[in-house]
């Protein structure tokens, strides 16, 4: 089992920066691929990022390209998101996963192990 913990969200005016991270813990063996989705309200949740454990190649949705960051602390057993020149349409539930795969995925049911969220509000 492997247990994953968010933190770091909050209210930012837009083009202000935020660091999520994501703490795992238990059998962090069993998530090789460290993602992070998001969910905005009345909207589905959808891939922002991962990155792979053990290489730490990364992958990014268009949209968040060259303004989020992730990058991981093995010593830490911790992923961050840097999010930075934030805009309103960033606002979003941000969510950390695991999946057990050697490349990364982008389908939420990919990801086996979820952590509960941590809130994102950016104003204008």
């Known amino acids: 089992q492997v247990q994953l913990e968010e933190s770091g969200g909050g209210v930012v005016q837009a083009g202000g920066s935020l660091r999520l991270a994501c703490v795992a813990s238990?059998?962090?063996?069993?998530?090789?691929?460290m993602a992070w989705f998001r969910q905005a309200p009345g909207k589905e949740r959808e891939f922002v990022g991962a990155?792979?454990?053990?290489?730490?190649?990364?992958s990014y949705r268009d949209s968040v390209k060259g303004r989020f960051t992730i990058a991981r602390d093995s010593a830490q057993n911790t992923v961050f998101l840097q999010m930075n020149n934030l805009q309103p349409e960033d606002t979003a539930v941000y969510y950390c996963a695991g999946a057990d795969t050697s490349w990364i995925v982008y389908m939420e049911h990919e990801y086996g192990v979820w952590g509960r969220g941590t809130q994102v509000v950016v104003t204008t």
């Open positions: 990155i792979n454990w053990k290489t730490s190649g990364s």
């Open positions: 238990g059998r962090t063996d069993l998530s090789k691929i």
